[in-house]
T-cell receptor, first 115, second 115 residues
Framework: GDSVTQMEGPVTLSEEAFLTINCTYT??????LFWYVQYPGEGLQLLLK?????DKGSNKGFEATYRKETTSFHLEKGSVQVSDSAVYFC??????????????FGKGTKLTVNP | ETGVTQSPTHLIKTRGQQVTLRCSSQ?????VSWYQQALGQGPQFIFQ???????GRGNFPPRFSGLQFPNYSSELNVNALELDDSALYLC??????????????FGPGTRLTVT
């Protein structure tokens, strides 16, 4: 079945460091890919998305490129801030026709950014 | 602020009891999904409702059931609670088809503890 594997955490960085969180997926059809973020005490929020191969999603300085050949969707940010401390989830919506629009999530990567 | 609210925030139940969790979505959000998030894990899809009909179900037993109402509220019911049902339960809504599949608005969740 469809699945998402993402880098195990936790990840601890200093402010202004470069961030990469790896994500790979297994899916039939043509999935859409997402990064969701969960700030402490809050619900999940959509961070960025990509719906087809070679699309680049971007938001708040974060970027991820849909790589079909490597089945990957790695999250990157050039300079992290303390306010980026959160848990990041890679997810997909299966590309099969019909059925529900369920999200399949990875296990999450906790990021802590120190001043 | 996603406009999705859930109640209660926290709940403690005893094994074997039944529980009802509630979710209220924004007007026009005609798709609602429920997820179970165990500690340290990513959310797992339970089921989805579209216009008050079940529209997909994950790998959860029949003692997990749901309802969606015309006023954009919904319920998750769990019978015969087990210790492994202890988790954060997330409700997510979507204004289908106004946004692409996978773009879901999450509530803050209900933390259920089964003792």
């Amino acid at each position: 079945g469809d699945s998402v594997t993402q880098m195990e955490g936790p990840v601890t960085l200093s402010e202004e460091a470069f961030l990469t969180i790896n994500c790979t997926y297994t899916a039939t059809g043509y999935p859409s890919l997402f990064w969701y973020v969960q700030y402490p005490g809050e619900g999940l929020q959509l961070l960025l998305k990509a719906t087809k191969a070679d699309d680049k999603g971007s938001n708040k300085g974060f970027e991820a490129t849909y790589r079909k050949e490597t089945t990957s969707f790695h999250l990157e940010k050039g300079s992290v801030q303390v306010s980026d401390s959160a848990v990041y989830f890679c997810a997909l919506t299966p590309g099969t026709q019909g059925g529900s629009e369920k999200l399949v999530f990875g296990k999450g990567t906790k990021l802590t950014v120190n001043p | 602020e996603t406009g999705v609210t859930q109640s209660p925030t926290h709940l403690i139940k005893t094994r074997g009891q039944q529980v009802t969790l509630r979710c209220s979505s924004q007007s026009g959000h005609n798709t609602v999904s429920w997820y179970q998030q165990a500690l340290g894990q990513g959310p797992q899809f339970i089921f989805q409702y579209y216009r008050e009909e079940e529209n997909g179900r994950g790998n959860f037993p029949p003692r997990f059931s749901g309802l969606q109402f015309p006023n954009y509220s919904s319920e998750l019911n769990v019978n015969a609670l087990e210790l492994d049902d202890s988790a954060l339960y997330l409700c997510a809504s979507t204004p289908t088809p106004d946004v692409p599949p996978g773009e879901q608005y999450f509530g803050p969740g209900t933390r259920l503890t089964v003792t």
